[in-house]
């Protein structure tokens, strides 16, 4: 019998290896912190930029590249941070600049890179422009800046167009001017107070160059593009003529998202980025109809990186994910960017949820599952994709085996969307809850405050210290798997797989003298016993040159 068998882990110097050399973004793990919910230095039950600081050897002995930061900019904190007040200052509930700074070079210093949000679709409506182009009237140069427009109707009482907001409701809020009279609307694809910059502005094309120099001379590592589809809006802003158009998104190019004039806007922004040493990248998150939209990114001159959200949102089947990770592969070789791989993130529901339930109810999910088989998969889904060749995305806690906390009561929700009773569903809270640090406390390790979020009572095992040096535990599997990742010359980086044949419901393929089996199904297979096994995700028997693989499980072989 073999569990969780695995080789040696890499030596800690694999991680400067694999931090300074070239094109390290193309078989990159970046660990994204939603800093909110990572660590709480001053116990006020908030996250922090001092906490994050202070739990980077953590990072670097879990075996991650590059940290991703959520945003931590000035905010009046309407959607969690992504309403930007201010892109050249530090909001004080996370610290300042010099907390940045300081974050910034203890990373370097331990060999890990960091990359920040962007958020250039638009800002908060406390943004001085915004402020200043209610404050002016009509007329003012600065609502050129956004997408002011005069209303429909007898009285401009009706909305300029039929867009929608993400979050529900018209896309358009109507101002009050300030001698009193109802006025002009201006466009918000997201909250009311978040609104969308227009980009056809020259100024605000100039801002946001000066932007990526303010924070690429700070020392940043790249930037992370929020609504990186977003930006440029079809001339006209015509109506979309649909009344149900949330079900629209990530299906179909809208008049609102996707253009392509989008691309103009990142072929700038990669002049200014190559100029810096250190090879700095983008990511994009750009939700697309389809992969092959996705790659148009990631064109030599444009972005480095885009989620793979098909990726995210396929079903534990291996018939699906082969399609996923073929269609995947295909589009982005002709471009030549790296595939990404991601299974959970700061606006779905962790997958350890997600996988505990049916298939078919989309990233957001609001009741608990099978716990049991839910991290099964997770584990499962874990070494997979760690197996695929390409960049991996590892969300806060996925490491430890976290679960979506479904059962948070209404008056404790700050989600924003759960507010409007409309657009998303709202419940993404569950996936932003604390972490645990420790069995103790009371915020398990968090802080010393109290959590801005409650953490169950059932964290205190999942926990950093209860799982540390624990044979089996999730968080080993994910520190020997991503030292193995660095160690095997044939994971990483890479273009394409040799599948192998398997049986139905079984992924099978070779990298080199790598081979993966991951067994989806609901039934124990048998695969051949192709080498050394270096990491299983569960238990599994070997006898008589066979391997006896569990449901829900991977293996890790080495040929050599």
């Given at each position: 019998m073999s569990q969780q068998h695995s080789a040696d882990p890499a030596p800690t110097s694999a991680v400067a290896t694999v931090a300074r050399h070239r094109d390290w973004w193309r078989d990159a793990v970046i660990y994204?912190?939603?800093?909110?919910s990572?660590?709480?230095?001053?116990?006020?039950?908030?996250?922090?930029?001092?906490?994050?600081?202070?739990?980077?050897?953590?990072?670097?002995?879990?075996?991650?590249?590059?940290?991703?930061?959520?945003?931590?900019?000035?905010?009046?904190?309407?959607?969690?941070?992504?309403?930007?007040?201010?892109?050249?200052?530090?909001?004080?509930?996370?610290?300042?600049?010099?907390?940045?700074?300081?974050?910034?070079?203890?990373?370097?210093?331990?060999?890990?890179?960091?990359?920040?949000?962007?958020?250039?679709?638009?800002?908060?409506?406390?943004?001085?422009?915004?402020?200043?182009?209610?404050?002016?009237?009509?007329?003012?140069?600065?609502?050129?800046?956004?997408?002011?427009?005069?209303?429909?109707?007898?009285?401009?009482?009706?909305?300029?167009?039929?867009?929608?907001?993400?979050?529900?409701?018209?896309?358009?809020?109507?101002?009050?001017?300030?001698?009193?009279?109802?006025?002009?609307?201006?466009?918000?694809?997201?909250?009311?107070?978040?609104?969308?910059?227009?980009?056809?502005?020259?100024?605000?094309?100039?801002?946001?160059?000066?932007?990526?120099?303010?924070?690429?001379?700070?020392?940043?590592?790249?930037?992370?593009?929020?609504?990186?589809?977003?930006?440029v809006k079809a001339e006209g802003l015509p109506d979309l003529g649909d009344h149900d158009q949330l079900k629209l998104l990530g299906n179909d190019v809208m008049p609102f998202f996707d253009q392509d004039g989008v691309h103009d806007i990142y072929r700038q922004w990669r002049t200014i980025l190559d100029e810096y040493p250190g090879e700095r990248i983008f990511v994009a998150e750009a939700w697309t109809p389809t992969v092959e939209r996705t790659a148009n990114y990631v064109r030599p001159d444009e972005l480095h990186q885009a989620f793979n959200f098909q990726y995210l949102g396929t079903a534990w089947d291996a018939a699906e994910l082969r399609e996923v990770v073929d269609r995947t592969l295909e589009a982005m070789a002709p471009v030549g960017a790296p595939a990404t791989w991601v299974l959970s993130n700061h606006d779905v529901t962790r997958h350890a949820t997600r996988f505990a339930n049916p298939p078919g109810l989309g990233t957001q999910i609001r009741t608990a599952g099978d716990r049991e088989l839910g991290l099964r998969r997770a584990r499962a889904a874990t070494l997979l994709m760690l197996a695929l060749p390409g960049s991996a995305y590892v969300y806060q806690g996925e490491e430890l085996g976290l679960p979506d906390v479904v059962d948070l009561s209404d008056d404790v929700r700050q989600d924003p969307a759960y507010f409007r009773g409309a657009g998303q569903d709202g419940f993404r809270d569950g996936c932003r809850v604390p972490i645990p640090w420790t069995r103790g406390g009371s915020s398990y390790g968090f802080g010393a405050g109290g959590s801005w979020l409650p953490q169950p009572a059932s964290w205190a095992e999942l926990s950093v210290e209860a799982q540390t040096g624990v044979p089996g535990s999730t968080l080993e599997l994910y520190r020997t798997a991503l030292g193995l990742r660095r160690s095997q010359p044939d994971l990483g980086a890479g273009e394409s797989v040799e599948w192998l044949r398997a049986p139905e419901g079984v992924l099978a393929f070779r990298r080199g003298e790598f081979v993966c089996v991951a067994n989806t199904g609901g039934e124990s297979v048998t695969t051949p016993s192709y080498g050394r096994v270096l990491l299983t995700s569960g238990e599994i028997a070997e006898a008589d040159g066979e391997t006896k693989v569990p449901s829900d499980t991977t293996v890790w072989w080495t040929t050599a």
């Amino acid at each position: 019998m073999s569990q969780q068998h695995s080789a040696d882990p890499a030596p800690t110097s694999a991680v400067a290896t694999v931090a300074r050399h070239r094109d390290w973004w193309r078989d990159a793990v970046i660990y994204q912190v939603y800093p909110r919910s990572f660590a709480d230095s001053n116990g006020d039950g908030m996250g922090d930029l001092e906490g994050v600081r202070s739990r980077l050897p953590y990072l670097r002995d879990l075996g991650v590249d590059a940290v991703w930061l959520s945003p931590f900019y000035a905010s009046p904190q309407a959607d969690a941070g992504y309403d930007v007040a201010d892109y050249r200052a530090v909001d004080a509930m996370f610290g300042n600049l010099l907390d940045a700074d300081a974050l910034i070079r203890d990373a370097h210093e331990l060999n890990l890179r960091i990359i920040v949000d962007l958020v250039p679709n638009h800002s908060s409506d406390q943004h001085e422009w915004f402020k200043r182009a209610l404050r002016e009237g009509p007329g003012s140069a600065l609502r050129d800046r956004y997408h002011f427009r005069p209303g429909k109707g007898e009285n401009g009482e009706l909305p300029p167009n039929d867009w929608e907001s993400i979050f529900g409701g018209p896309a358009w809020t109507r101002v009050t001017e300030p001698d009193g009279s109802p006025g002009e609307w201006y466009l918000h694809l997201f909250a009311p107070e978040q609104p969308d910059f227009n980009w056809e502005h020259p100024a605000v094309g100039d801002e946001f160059r000066s932007i990526l120099r303010f924070w690429l001379d700070m020392g940043v590592d790249g930037f992370r593009i929020d609504v990186a589809h977003g930006m440029v809006k079809a001339e006209g802003l015509p109506d979309l003529g649909d009344h149900d158009q949330l079900k629209l998104l990530g299906n179909d190019v809208m008049p609102f998202f996707d253009q392509d004039g989008v691309h103009d806007i990142y072929r700038q922004w990669r002049t200014i980025l190559d100029e810096y040493p250190g090879e700095r990248i983008f990511v994009a998150e750009a939700w697309t109809p389809t992969v092959e939209r996705t790659a148009n990114y990631v064109r030599p001159d444009e972005l480095h990186q885009a989620f793979n959200f098909q990726y995210l949102g396929t079903a534990w089947d291996a018939a699906e994910l082969r399609e996923v990770v073929d269609r995947t592969l295909e589009a982005m070789a002709p471009v030549g960017a790296p595939a990404t791989w991601v299974l959970s993130n700061h606006d779905v529901t962790r997958h350890a949820t997600r996988f505990a339930n049916p298939p078919g109810l989309g990233t957001q999910i609001r009741t608990a599952g099978d716990r049991e088989l839910g991290l099964r998969r997770a584990r499962a889904a874990t070494l997979l994709m760690l197996a695929l060749p390409g960049s991996a995305y590892v969300y806060q806690g996925e490491e430890l085996g976290l679960p979506d906390v479904v059962d948070l009561s209404d008056d404790v929700r700050q989600d924003p969307a759960y507010f409007r009773g409309a657009g998303q569903d709202g419940f993404r809270d569950g996936c932003r809850v604390p972490i645990p640090w420790t069995r103790g406390g009371s915020s398990y390790g968090f802080g010393a405050g109290g959590s801005w979020l409650p953490q169950p009572a059932s964290w205190a095992e999942l926990s950093v210290e209860a799982q540390t040096g624990v044979p089996g535990s999730t968080l080993e599997l994910y520190r020997t798997a991503l030292g193995l990742r660095r160690s095997q010359p044939d994971l990483g980086a890479g273009e394409s797989v040799e599948w192998l044949r398997a049986p139905e419901g079984v992924l099978a393929f070779r990298r080199g003298e790598f081979v993966c089996v991951a067994n989806t199904g609901g039934e124990s297979v048998t695969t051949p016993s192709y080498g050394r096994v270096l990491l299983t995700s569960g238990e599994i028997a070997e006898a008589d040159g066979e391997t006896k693989v569990p449901s829900d499980t991977t293996v890790w072989w080495t040929t050599a």
